[in-house]
Each structure stands twice: as C-alpha cells, then as structure tokens.
C-alpha cells in the first residue's frame, strides 16, 4: 500500500566547510578531518524525499509484532535518484542517534565571537577540545551510554526534564516531553533554538523537528498517518545541515562521500556491509586458507558503480578496494546462519554478510543491474580476445619521432586537473620536453610534474623494478627523485623480484601517461633518455650562440594538421622569464639548467617563408592574455612598454654584431606554430567573438579542456635573431648504446660519452593520443595494475591510495581535440598476466590482432619494429606472426595477387659492445635469433618462402635507416635506432603500442605490453594497386608521414615520388631501388658495419681495415652522400651468415635461458 505522501525538497547550501569545489573528482583525495559531520550533498542542489509503505517487514532475524513495517524511501538529489528500503526500527535509531547528537551539542560550552557577516555577530561553536576537562567528561559520559539509548527493540520514551549548569555558567536546557495519548516525542523549541545554523535557510526557528511517532505499528488503521508522520520527520532532518550532514543520516539514506562526486557516475547501491577478509587470487595456500578460517570480519561501506564494485573503511572513508567489472565478475547468494553474498573476479573472490535476506536479495539485484547494462562490455567476448571492446568513433593522433610526442605530451600535463598516470620501463625525472631549454627548467619532467603536484594534482608512477645485476637503470633513483618532489606524487616499482616468483626475466614494458582519465598517450617512446629526436636524427650536439648578420626576423607557417600546431599555446600557463642579452650575462646562454637560446630544430613540417625587418616584426615577450570569458583573476602589467623595451634591445645587439658571420652549419632556431594558422580554432573564436558559438553538452573535463585551451593568447611567434642555441640533449641525453652503455644516472648533467669523438644513435620511434572512453579504457589498465601493485606492497599504507576508475557515461570529445585528429574505431590491446596485472587470466590481444590483420589484409603490410623474432614450426619460439606472413605471401603468390609487406629494424641491436669482441655478446645473441627467424635456418621466414616462391623479394624486403653528418670537420656515419612498434594494413588499420615481435611481447604470459589497434572511420581517395581506392585518414597520414622521413622528400630539393600506392609493382620496385642505392653510398663513403660484404667473423675485422673514401677523399665522398635519398638502406641479410652467432657458454648471455632473448 502506498502513501500520498508529497516529497519535500531541501536545498543544498554553497558554504561548505571544507572547500568549494567537494564534488569534483580531485575532492576525493582531500582529507576530511572532521570525520562525523561531512557534508557531500551537491551545492545548490534540491534534496527531495518521499517515504512510501511499502509491506510488512517478515525477513527479519526475529519477529518484532510492534514493528512490522518496511518503508520505501525514495530520494532524488542533484539528477541522481534512488531508492532506500528501511524498517520502522532503523528510523527509531536514526531519532535516538539525532537526540543524542543534540544532546552532545547542549552540554558542550559555546562562546560568542565576532563573525563578519552582514555586521552581526553570530554564535561560534567550539569542540569540547578548546573547552575544560569537566564539559568532555559529560561528552564522553553520554558517548558511553550509547548503546543502551540506541536499543531498538522497544520504544524509547523520556517523560523526565534535566536542566544542566556547565562550568563556564551557560544555562542549556534541554526538555523532551512524551505524551503516551498521541505516541509521540516531542522536542521542544527551547532545546534546538540554539543550535548553530549552517544556511540562511534553516533559522533558528526552523530547527526544531516535527513529531516521531514512536507506538507500535499494530493499528492498521492508523498505518497511512504514521507514514506521512515519518516522511514530514525525515524531510525535516534532510532540510536541516546539522541533521543532515550526520554520519548516521548519511547511512540511514546511503549517501558517501562517493556517491555524487563528478566523474564516477551515477550513484548506485551503497551501505555498510560485513565483509570476510582475504580471497585474492594473488595469495593461495595455507596463508589464503588461515586468513578466511581464522581471521574475523569486519565492517566495510561498499558502494557500487557502473564498471565495479568498491569498499572503503567506515571511519576514514579511505578506499581499501577495487573489484572491476571482467570476464571473470559474478555475484551468488548464499544461505549459511545469516545469507552471504559472494562477489567474484578475476582478481579476488570477496564473501559480504548481510543482516536479512532482503538486504542481500537488494545487493545482488544492484550488482546485477549494473553487470547487465553498463558493465556488460567488459564481461562479454571481445575482438581478439582482448578485455576492453572496441570503441566506436572515437579520436586520435599518432606522433612520429619523441618531439612531436614529448611536446604535445608536455602541454597536455599542463591541462590536468585531477590526476595523472604514468607508466614506463624508464623514467628519467631530469629530461627536457621541450628543447632546447630556453625557459630554463619550466618543461623539465620533473619541474613539470612538481608544478601540477603544488596546484593539487596527484601524479601516480609505476615504474618497472629492475633487476640490477643485469640493467642500469636505477628506477630507485627515479622513485626517489619524484618523490621528493611533492607529497601529491605517488610511486611504485614493481615486481619485486623474490625467490619462487618467476619474473625475473619479464618485465613491465608499457609506455603509458593517462591526464584525468580524459587523455591518454600510448606508444613506445619511453619518459627517459636518448628518446627524445625529431626528422633531422642529428649526429652531434655541441651547442652554441651566435647572432645573425641581418636585421631580419621569419615567421614560419605551416598548413599541416597537428596536435602541436594547436596545443602550442597551452604551455603558456605560467610566467615566463625573458631571455636576456649576452652583454647582460653571456654565461646564461648556454647552461645545463639556466635559460637557453633559442632551438635549432628543424620545425618537421612542409613550410612557407614570409621575412620581415626587425623594425616591423612584432618581437613579443610571453604573456596570458585575460580570458575571452571574462574571468577577473588575471592581472597583468604594462606589455607594451615591455615589448618595446625589448624590441630596442634586441634590435640594438643585432646591429652591434652585423659583422658576425652565420655559421650556415647550424639549424634555424626552434620556431613555434601560429596559432591563427589553425582553422578550426579560428572558427570557433570568431563564433565565440560574434556569440554565435552553441555551447554542446560536454561534460565537466570537456569544458574546462575547451575554455581553457580557447582563452589562451593566440601567439605569432618571430625569430628573436639568435642563431644555434643550448644543447638538444643534455648530459646523460647524449647516448650511443652500442658505444657505451649508461654509468652513473644519478648524475644527470655529467656526460658519459666524449661527444668529440662519438656522434650520438638518432632515435626513430611512434606513439598516439586519444580521448574520451578510449582513454577511459587506458587509465582503467593502469588502475588495475596500480591497485594489485600496492595491495601487494603497500596495503596499508593510506599516503597512497587505491585508484577508483570514472564512469563511461556521458563522455564526449571535446570539438577542440576533434578538429586536430582522426576519427576512428580503437580497442585497447593487451599482454598481461597474473604476475602483471593481478588477475588469474592471462591475455595475449596484441599477438592475436597482428596475426588477425596480417591474415586478412588485402594489399600490403607495412612493419617497424625493435625486433622480429618469429619462426615456422620451432617449440623455442612459440608466436605465430611469421607463419601468418608466411601463409599470407604464398596465397598472394598463387592466387597472383599484387601483395606487398615492408618490414624495417635496426641495422643492429641496441646493446653495448661490437660485433666479434667478447664485449658484444649480448648484441650477438639478438642477432642470432634475428637471423635465425628472418634468413639462416629451416625455420626462418625467407628460406620458407623460397621453397614455394622463386623470388620472395618480390613480395617482402626488410629494411633499415642509417644517416651521417659531421663531426668537428669529420664525416661520420651512424645507424638510426628504428624502435617504433607499428604495422600498418591496407591505409585502414594500425596498431601502435609497446610490443615487440618476439615471444616476450607477444605471449601475454612474459613481459606485459600496451596497444591500441585502430581502425579509421574517416576515408579519402586514394590508390591502391594502380585501382581507386578509399583510404583512411589516420593510417594513410602516418605512412605519408613515414614514408616522407624515410625517402628524404621533407628536404628541400627532393624529388618528386609519388607514394599513395604502396602496392603497385612500380613504387615498390623504386622503395627496394633507392635502398639499395643508399647502401652502396654508404659502405663506398664509410665501410660500415653490419653489410652483406662480411658472411664472417674475419671479414668483419679485414672490412673495418679498409681506407674509407670519406678519410682520403672528402669531395668524392661528399659528392656521393649528396645523391643519398633519405634514410632508407637495405637490412643486411647475409651478414655473417657463415659464422656462428649463438651465445658461448662461457658469457653470462650462453648461460641464460633462451627465452631471455626470444
């Protein structure tokens, strides 16, 4: 039977004690110090109740006949609604906790103090802390008393009045009359008309509550007015901040500091449960088995969201737990002396006890809802076996090469609001994301991630934990290095390598950084040195500062679409010290942590020039300009007089060195993209000028990214008139891993190599961003892998917390990053196991989706990878990705179909030492299983296919980079380092991520890796095979991208080649002609190792005895480079192939287990 009961609203005040902002997503990291009164109700949000009579209460323990009711409670606050079943006995507690509440409160002395409000003074209540002994005896006396008053088996009815002097002479009555003719409690005025009020809208005339019925429920008749007497009670107590803000108010309506914070979705069922400890799949035998037998349960507050299930202590309010929502989740009933819910996952098997059958039947429905419609994605089968589905429409953007990635990732840091995820398997606090550094240390890693720790972000790192006897690393150094930074930066390494783990050989190989669960990079370029590069791959870096002989300035304008052209102005969130001018301090000029000159990398677009004089060029000085929504917080001074005082400057220095040369030798500076050049933001500010823009439903994340990047000054950026600059690559930066491995990290600024006689290993590598759910699914890997780590290492600690993952709902992409990337559908791919992720399933996507896209492309396959070690038929190496390449080639072959596959790796591997030497064992043993999978052996791909295909070349050519430079007046070659992990199918697939092709990455049950394969959702025309031919945006713009590095045609005077059809015999044979021309080049002008020339360890040392041409005869040597084309050579397939490569047993590298290195 239902009531008429009419809800009530109560409105939610703005003044919260604790913060403004309480329910943004960062509130959940603040800590509440006053652990009984929190107010986590929404600001000017109604507050609406309704109490409905639903049955009589038969599910108890024990029959009461006086109270048989159960009521409905339905409440709706802030656009949550949802739905509370309480007995007449749990409303009884709730009015005997409220009357001990106002009964602590009148013995506590009060004193007035003045309070600045309106001119009136206002009564300030204290904590028996700041008063006597004598008042916090009475306190902890009523505290004691607790329990007998909180009895709930009969009705608790006090017909005497007590008034009580305190010791600072206050007189606080108290009365409370009960008539037993009505059956009800009445509070009088006199014992609530001083209490404190929270609102202006609860005066002290309002605090006094409605009368509680308190008789039994037996007269039936009587049952429609005793509901509206609870609902008018309980309405009172919501409207009221003191009442409603009581922890036993907050659990009587189940409401947590959880369930309307923004970002974790809709609030869903909460309350405080009984739960058994143990049950994770991470711990088992005698310990698992101890700890559910012996240990006792205890009470914990679950509250469940759209994608897992959550507790956290009753007290603290600190999440102890995580259950996410996987293959694995369900949840069963159970009957035992009091019914038992039993929550299972992946990760943990939880055992909860209830008090009544109804409360426990309430669960597994709530937990069923919410598995059947929004979890149901993350319980169901998925494409490649893979844990998170596909996101449909989603956007993204690839970066080639670390300055693209470093840059665009150092201004999306700028953005975070809430928290920040990284993950690598090296982290180098003291690298430069922006370079050369001429803002001093402002976008130095770990400047910049002490910054956002200070303006309240929490920046958690998992690092891998090496094992130190084999890497040098040092992620102790990193760990401490960070976290000495800010107490908001949280780290851990892991795994911690004990006896009878078995990781020793893996390790943690994702390259991961997520911003506010909004953005989330993924790709292989690591947070640490010697990553950092661009298109140029420069050999030598010895910095300098010249000025130019003429007074002129250039703006460089670039038309092609990037994250970099757009984001470029976000870095200016912070006052930027101006250069200075070398008479003022020429030694700041060029310093390892000092401001520097301005950079001379290359800007890696097709660009137009416009110059201009100085005397017209605008020189401008950084600056934030005031938002263009008219916020009152920025202040600025004068900048004309700033801008003209340091154009005259500048102009004054640049006549007083007319007579410098320009060293043609050095890069043009580093030169920023103009922001009016982007489109798609001058549209939207015009709108936003003509007040046409309509604003979308974006959520909270989504604004802020779209006001904030939209109020920043547009910035047309001219060369100051330097030339050179401060070094690219500073101190440890400056790497050749095979020259010499890193010694003494803890000793950033120190270099290692002689930079005069060793030119540095160019790095080439790929990474993308994306957004929205896509980088929801990323921030969720790293929760999971975060919340095992530290409930095996840091359980107790509660400085560093469990990571809760947001809601899926609602996420939109904000139109800002939209017009700067590519619509597509992206999953996230995974190899992960119990060792690495916490879980009993081990999953391997990533190798599932290569050997997917391989045996269903169509035209070509275009491979860059670290390694690429995969054989046919062998039990030592276990992945499949050469039998699909294998049985893909020879169905081209037979059905005569134009099918190509690029493949590009290193011309040696990353390893310290030389081919030969007892030093370069390590770098051997890779290369004997390179070879053995690609050449030399029954099981290598190539000699597969020459027992079905005459000429495999015909089909797949293996390639590498190499480039050269100069070196104080010598020619001086050196590989370029391919570590990108990428394949591209047909211009419509991609898959970018961590992982290599050998067994390590690729079995899930070894090292554990990172991808996203995409699949584009945006087409353009295009060719294929000489046919028409509807490419996708995202993968057609990374090969064009790659394509043009590699062929040399981003340099001035390249030739024209068209490259939209990788298919067609004719660019196909032109790719392997211009590698093998670049080869010759090289080993005519340099005699460089590895080539076809040496099959052995002898030819090896006869081939470096050779006179190189570039030593006795330069012009011919220069004449020869100057017809290279790119980087492009041939990967060498003969090389020592009449020699043994295998490890010796005598090096620590023959006694490794081979799948060290497979």
């Known amino acids: 039977?239902?009531?008429?009961?009419?809800?009530?609203?109560?409105?939610?005040?703005?003044?919260?004690?604790?913060?403004?902002?309480?329910?943004?997503?960062?509130?959940?990291?603040?800590?509440?110090?006053?652990?009984?009164?929190?107010?986590?109700?929404?600001?000017?949000?109604?507050?609406?109740?309704?109490?409905?009579?639903?049955?009589?209460?038969?599910?108890?323990?024990?029959?009461?006949?006086?109270?048989?009711?159960?009521?409905?409670?339905?409440?709706?606050?802030?656009?949550?609604?949802?739905?509370?079943?309480?007995?007449?006995?749990?409303?009884?507690?709730?009015?005997?906790?409220?009357?001990?509440?106002?009964?602590?409160?009148?013995?506590?002395?009060?004193?007035?103090?003045?309070?600045?409000?309106?001119?009136?003074?206002?009564?300030?209540?204290?904590?028996?802390?700041?008063?006597?002994?004598?008042?916090?005896?009475?306190?902890?006396?009523?505290?004691?008393?607790?329990?007998?008053?909180?009895?709930?088996?009969?009705?608790?009815?006090?017909?005497?009045?007590?008034?009580?002097?305190?010791?600072?002479?206050?007189?606080?009555?108290?009365?409370?009359?009960?008539?037993?003719?009505?059956?009800?409690?009445?509070?009088?005025?006199?014992?609530?008309?001083?209490?404190?009020?929270?609102?202006?809208?609860?005066?002290?005339?309002?605090?006094?509550?409605?009368?509680?019925?308190?008789?039994?429920?037996?007269?039936?008749?009587?049952?429609?007015?005793?509901?509206?007497?609870?609902?008018?009670?309980?309405?009172?107590?919501?409207?009221?901040?003191?009442?409603?803000?009581?922890?036993?108010?907050?659990?009587?309506?189940?409401?947590?500091?959880?369930?309307?914070?923004?970002?974790?979705?809709?609030?869903?069922?909460?309350?405080?449960?009984?739960?058994?400890?143990?049950?994770?799949?991470?711990?088992?035998?005698?310990?698992?088995?101890?700890?559910?037998?012996?240990?006792?349960?205890?009470?914990?507050?679950?509250?469940?969201?759209?994608?897992?299930?959550?507790?956290?202590?009753?007290?603290?309010?600190?999440?102890?737990?995580?259950?996410?929502?996987?293959?694995?989740?369900?949840?069963?009933?159970?009957?035992?002396?009091?019914?038992?819910?039993?929550?299972?996952?992946?990760?943990?098997?939880?055992?909860?006890?209830?008090?009544?059958?109804?409360?426990a039947l309430a669960w597994e429905r709530a937990i069923s809802t919410a598995v059947k419609h929004p979890g149901k994605e993350f319980l169901q089968s998925n494409a490649y076996g893979s844990t998170y589905p596909i996101r449909m429409n989603s956007y993204g953007m690839w970066f080639v090469d670390g300055k693209d990635f470093m840059e665009n990732l150092a201004n999306m840091i700028e953005l975070a609001e809430e928290e920040i995820f990284i993950t690598d398997w090296w982290l180098s606090p003291e690298i430069y994301l922006k370079r050369p550094a001429i803002e001093g240390r402002r976008w130095r890693l770990d400047e910049l991630l002490k910054r956002k720790a200070e303006q309240g972000v929490h920046i958690y790192v998992l690092l891998y934990k090496e094992v130190q006897i084999a890497l040098g690393i040092k992620s102790l150094y990193s760990k401490r290095r960070l976290k000495e930074l800010h107490p908001n930066i949280h780290v851990l390494r892991h795994p911690d390598h004990l006896p009878g783990s078995g990781v020793f050989l893996w390790a943690h190989h994702e390259k991961i950084v997520v911003i506010d669960q909004n953005i989330a990079f993924v790709g292989g370029i690591d947070l640490c040195y010697g990553r950092w590069d661009d298109s140029e791959h420069r050999l030598t870096d010895f910095g300098s500062v010249t000025f130019a002989t003429k007074k002129t300035a250039t703006i460089i304008e670039t038309n092609e679409k990037s994250v970099l052209s757009a984001f470029r102005s976000v870095s200016r969130m912070l006052p930027v010290v101006s250069m200075r001018a070398a008479s003022e301090d020429h030694a700041d000029l060029d310093v390892v942590d000092g401001a520097q000159a301005l950079s001379s990398a290359e800007v890696d677009q097709p660009q137009r020039k416009q110059t201009l004089t100085t005397s017209e060029a605008a020189i401008r000085l950084r600056f934030k300009r005031p938002s263009l929504f008219s916020s009152s917080r920025f202040h600025f001074q004068n900048i004309s007089d700033l801008m003209a005082k340091y154009k005259k400057r500048t102009e004054s220095k640049l006549e007083s060195e007319s007579d410098r040369k320009s060293d043609s030798a050095n890069p043009p500076p580093r030169r920023r993209s103009i922001f009016a050049n982007v489109h798609p933001w001058q549209k939207l500010r015009h709108a936003l000028k003509e007040g046409t823009f309509r604003q979308e439903e974006f959520d909270e994340a989504a604004k802020y990214y779209e006001e904030r990047l939209v109020t920043l000054q547009q910035e047309d950026d001219v060369d100051s008139g330097l030339l050179g600059g401060g070094k690219y690559w500073i101190g440890k930066d400056y790497v050749n891993f095979i020259f010499k491995d890193f010694t003494a990290i803890d000793l950033p600024y120190n270099d290692f190599i002689d930079r005069r006689e060793t030119p540095r290993m160019p790095w080439h590598d790929i990474a993308s961003v994306f957004f929205s759910t896509v980088a929801r699914d990323v921030a969720r890997h790293f929760i999971e892998r975060w919340n095992a780590c530290k409930t095996e290492k840091n359980k107790y600690d509660r400085k560093m917390p469990y990571l809760i993952p947001k809601t899926y709902e609602r996420t939109r992409v904000p139109q800002m990053f939209r017009d700067i990337s590519h619509k597509c559908h992206v999953q996230l791919l995974r190899s992960a196991s119990p060792w690495s992720v916490g879980n009993n399933m081990m999953e391997a996507s990533i190798h599932r989706a290569y050997v997917?896209?391989?045996?269903?492309?169509?035209?070509?396959?275009?491979?860059?990878?670290?390694?690429?070690?995969?054989?046919?038929?062998?039990?030592?190496?276990?992945?499949?990705?050469?039998?699909?390449?294998?049985?893909?080639?020879?169905?081209?072959?037979?059905?005569?179909?134009?099918?190509?596959?690029?493949?590009?790796?290193?011309?040696?591997?990353?390893?310290?030492?030389?081919?030969?030497?007892?030093?370069?064992?390590?770098?051997?043993?890779?290369?004997?299983?390179?070879?053995?999978?690609?050449?030399?052996?029954?099981?290598?791909?190539?000699?597969?296919?020459?027992?079905?295909?005459?000429?495999?070349?015909?089909?797949?050519?293996?390639?590498?980079?190499?480039?050269?430079?100069?070196?104080?007046?010598?020619?001086?070659?050196?590989?370029?380092?391919?570590?990108?992990?990428?394949?591209?199918?047909?211009?419509?697939?991609?898959?970018?991520?961590?992982?290599?092709?050998?067994?390590?990455?690729?079995?899930?049950?070894?090292?554990?890796?990172?991808?996203?394969?995409?699949?584009?959702?945006?087409?353009?025309?295009?060719?294929?095979?000489?046919?028409?031919?509807?490419?996708?945006?995202?993968?057609?713009?990374?090969?064009?991208?790659?394509?043009?590095?590699?062929?040399?045609?981003?340099?001035?005077?390249?030739?024209?080649?068209?490259?939209?059809?990788?298919?067609?015999?004719?660019?196909?044979?032109?790719?392997?002609?211009?590698?093998?021309?670049?080869?010759?080049?090289?080993?005519?002008?340099?005699?460089?190792?590895?080539?076809?020339?040496?099959?052995?360890?002898?030819?090896?040392?006869?081939?470096?005895?050779?006179?190189k041409l570039s030593d006795y005869d330069e012009t011919s040597a220069k004449a020869l480079l100057d017809d290279l084309t790119g980087n492009l050579v041939l990967f060498p397939l003969r090389f020592l192939c009449n020699s043994d490569l295998s490890p010796s047993y005598m090096t620590k590298e023959g006694l490794a287990p081979t799948s060290l290195f497979t």
């Not at 009015?95 to 009136?120: S, T, Y």
């Not at 008789?215 to 609870?230: G, M, V, Y």
């Not at 999978?933 to 293996?958: A, C, Q, V, W």
């Not at 020339?1093 to 002898?1098: G, L, N, R």
Request: hydrophobic share 35%.
């Open 1 to 359: 039977m239902s009531g008429g009961n009419e809800s009530t609203t109560a409105q939610c005040p703005t003044d919260y004690p604790v913060g403004q902002r309480r329910h943004n997503f960062r509130s959940l990291y603040e800590d509440v110090p006053d652990k009984q009164s929190r107010d986590y109700f929404i600001p000017n949000a109604s507050l609406s109740c309704k109490v409905l009579k639903a049955d009589d209460d038969v599910t108890g323990r024990s029959f009461n006949p006086f109270h048989t009711a159960m009521y409905t409670i339905e409440l709706e606050h802030g656009g949550h609604c949802w739905t509370v079943r309480r007995r007449f006995r749990d409303f009884f507690s709730l009015h005997n906790r409220i009357l001990l509440h106002k009964a602590k409160l009148n013995f506590i002395p009060r004193r007035k103090i003045a309070v600045a409000d309106e001119g009136e003074d206002k009564l300030a209540w204290h904590s028996s802390m700041d008063q006597p002994d004598r008042s916090s005896k009475i306190v902890d006396m009523l505290c004691s008393t607790e329990m007998s008053i909180m009895d709930p088996g009969l009705p608790h009815v006090t017909t005497s009045k007590q008034c009580v002097t305190l010791t600072h002479g206050t007189l606080n009555k108290a009365p409370i009359d009960s008539s037993p003719l009505d059956g009800v409690v009445t509070l009088r005025h006199s014992s609530i008309g001083s209490l404190p009020s929270s609102s202006s809208t609860n005066s002290s005339e309002d605090n006094d509550l409605p009368p509680f019925p308190v008789w039994p429920n037996i007269f039936h008749d009587r049952s429609d007015q005793r509901t509206e007497k609870l609902n008018s009670y309980l309405n009172a107590v919501l409207q009221n901040v003191i009442y409603r803000n009581l922890k036993e108010t907050r659990d009587f309506i189940e409401v947590s500091r959880y369930s309307f914070v923004s970002g974790l979705g809709q609030k869903r069922k909460e309350g405080l449960l009984k739960k058994r400890p143990g049950g994770r799949q991470a711990y088992g035998g005698i310990i698992r088995c101890c700890t559910e037998m012996f240990a006792s349960w205890r009470y914990r507050f679950f509250f469940l969201k759209d994608t897992y299930l959550a507790y956290a202590h009753p007290e603290s309010e600190d999440v102890r737990a995580v259950m996410l929502f996987d293959p694995g989740f369900h949840v069963k009933l159970e009957e035992y002396r009091k019914p038992r819910l039993t929550v299972e996952n992946l990760s943990r098997t939880l055992v909860i006890k209830c008090k009544t059958k109804e409360d």
């Open 852 to 1107: 997917g896209l391989i045996e269903n492309a169509k035209h070509y396959i275009y491979i860059e990878n670290q390694f690429f070690v995969t054989m046919l038929d062998r039990t030592d190496v276990q992945n499949s990705i050469a039998k699909a390449l294998y049985d893909r080639i020879v169905q081209a072959h037979r059905k005569k179909e134009a099918f190509r596959v690029y493949v590009l790796l290193p011309l040696l591997p990353g390893f310290e030492g030389q081919v030969g030497t007892t030093g370069g064992s390590a770098l051997q043993a890779v290369l004997y299983w390179t070879y053995q999978s690609i050449s030399k052996g029954p099981h290598s791909l190539l000699e597969n296919l020459s027992r079905e295909i005459e000429d495999p070349s015909e089909y797949i050519i293996f390639c590498s980079l190499r480039t050269h430079g100069i070196l104080l007046d010598k020619m001086v070659t050196e590989l370029i380092y391919i570590h990108s992990k990428l394949m591209i199918v047909d211009d419509r697939w991609t898959i970018i991520g961590s992982a290599n092709i050998n067994d390590r990455s690729m079995l899930g049950k070894r090292d554990s890796e990172v991808a996203v394969i995409v699949e584009d959702a945006e087409f353009e025309a295009s060719k294929m095979n000489g046919q028409d031919y509807f490419a996708g945006k995202f993968a057609r713009s990374l090969r064009h991208r790659l394509f043009y590095e590699h062929l040399g045609l981003r340099k001035k005077n390249s030739p024209s080649i068209d490259i939209s059809d990788p298919s067609s015999e004719r660019f196909f044979s032109l790719w392997k002609g211009i590698a093998r021309k670049n080869t010759d080049i090289y080993e005519k002008v340099f005699c460089c190792i590895p080539t076809d020339e040496a099959k052995t360890f002898e030819q090896v040392k006869q081939y470096k005895g050779r006179l």
